[in-house]
């Protein structure tokens, strides 16, 4: 396998070496982090649920009023780069940014162009952590009210993981006036009394593509579910406990600020759903 620098890369239209990869110190994804960004999952050569972040990816760029690229041009990049990079199991991280200009808060006038990287890189090991589970750690939510957004800015989230990692747990869960949202790179969903509950979609979390398809394989398994916020006192007492994330996919949680959850082991639920995801990826 290539090296991180000899990995070939998407950068405004042109395919190159990611060394050679140069951005203006005047772009306004590094000033500012204005930009939107997405990560696709693919298996087997195939992008897992690619409209859906597509979607995503469209939504974001209209609520930063970019104009940049149709999410959808993104099938044909994604292709080259496991190609040239001989990759057919990756994640596909894109990034835009509204370009480079004079640094001043407001919109360029005119507009400046977007910049646009896109790249691959190779999944990272989780199989013992999707067997044994992880733990993690209740932080409070100090974001800003837009974290439907998927935009670059996203140093709270980056303070509370490194929180959670100093404390020995795997991801930082945010609570907000006493209610679990979401951690800082996953959702979050908790079983308590038989059904699945996590936060509802709205301007307080991302709406999640794995979360999506969480709910919906609980549709079709009859499992009980509802998007409802849950109380942190009833998280932590929760019977069972998963992350969802396109790199965490359906993550079991044994463990919150160092306590076991129920037994301190995945639990039924969990179990269903990660092999019901494991089926969905190998089919789509």
């Not at 990611?18 to 693919?42: E, H, M, N, Q, T």
């Not at 908790?190 to 301007?203: C, E, F, K, M, Q």
């Not at 849950?230 to 996919?249: C, I, N, P, Q, Y």
């Amino acid at each position: 396998m290539k090296n991180a620098g000899e990995m070939i890369v998407f950068f405004n239209g042109s395919f190159a070496r990611k060394d050679d990869v140069r951005i203006s110190p005047d772009d306004r994804g590094f000033l500012f982090a204005d930009g939107i960004y997405d990560v696709i999952r693919i298996y087997g050569g195939r992008l897992f649920r690619a409209e859906d972040h597509y979607r995503r990816m469209a939504r974001s760029l209209r609520a930063l009023g970019i104009d940049g690229p149709r999410p959808e041009t993104f099938g044909e990049v994604a292709e080259e780069l496991m190609r040239a990079n001989d990759l057919r199991d990756a994640a596909f991280y894109i990034q835009i940014t509204r370009g480079a200009a004079p640094r001043k808060h407001a919109f360029p006038n005119p507009s400046s162009a977007p910049t646009v990287y896109a790249a691959l890189s190779p999944p990272t090991p989780n199989a013992r952590q999707l067997q044994d589970g992880v733990g993690v750690l209740l932080v409070p939510d100090l974001r800003w009210a837009r974290c439907d957004i998927k935009a670059v800015a996203l140093l709270p989230n980056v303070l509370a993981n490194q929180r959670a990692k100093e404390s020995g747990a795997e991801e930082a869960v945010f609570v907000r006036d006493g209610v679990v949202t979401e951690g800082s790179h996953t959702n979050v969903a908790a079983v308590i009394d038989g059904r699945l509950r996590t936060y509802p979609a709205s301007n307080y979390v991302l709406p999640g593509v794995t979360r999506a398809v969480v709910l919906e394989l609980c549709a079709a398994l009859h499992l009980p579910f509802r998007e409802e916020g849950v109380l942190e006192d009833d998280f932590r007492k929760a019977d069972e406990v998963m992350l969802l994330g396109t790199s965490s996919e359906v993550m079991p949680v044994v463990r919150i600020d160092g306590q076991p959850v129920g037994d301190g082991r995945p639990g039924p639920v969990t179990r269903r759903l990660q092999q019901a995801f494991r089926e969905c990826t190998c089919a789509d």
